[in-house]
C-alpha cells in the first residue's frame, strides 16, 4: 500500500514539475497541446514512480 502512495506522489510531482514548466515557458501553446502534455507526463511519471517505488507483498 505504500509503495503505491509513494507512486502517486511521485506522480503528482512530476506531472507539476512538468506542467509548471510548460506554463512558465514562453512557449505559446494551444490549451489541447498543454492537456495533451499533462496527460502524457501523468502516464511517463506513473511508469517512473511504479519502477522507483514497487509494491511489495507480504507472504
Not at 509503495?3 to 494551444?30: H, P, W, Y
Not at 497541446?33 to 507480504?58: Q, R
Request: glycine letters at 14%; zero cysteines; proline letters at 2%.
Amino acid at each position: 500500500m505504500k509503495g503505491n502512495i509513494k507512486s502517486a506522489v511521485f506522480t503528482g510531482a512530476f506531472v507539476g514539475i512538468i506542467t509548471g514548466f510548460i506554463e512558465l515557458s514562453s512557449f505559446n501553446l494551444d490549451v489541447f497541446i498543454k492537456i495533451l502534455i499533462a496527460g502524457l507526463s501523468a502516464l511517463v511519471g506513473g511508469m517512473i514512480g511504479s519502477k522507483l517505488f514497487p509494491n511489495k507483498k507480504n507472504t
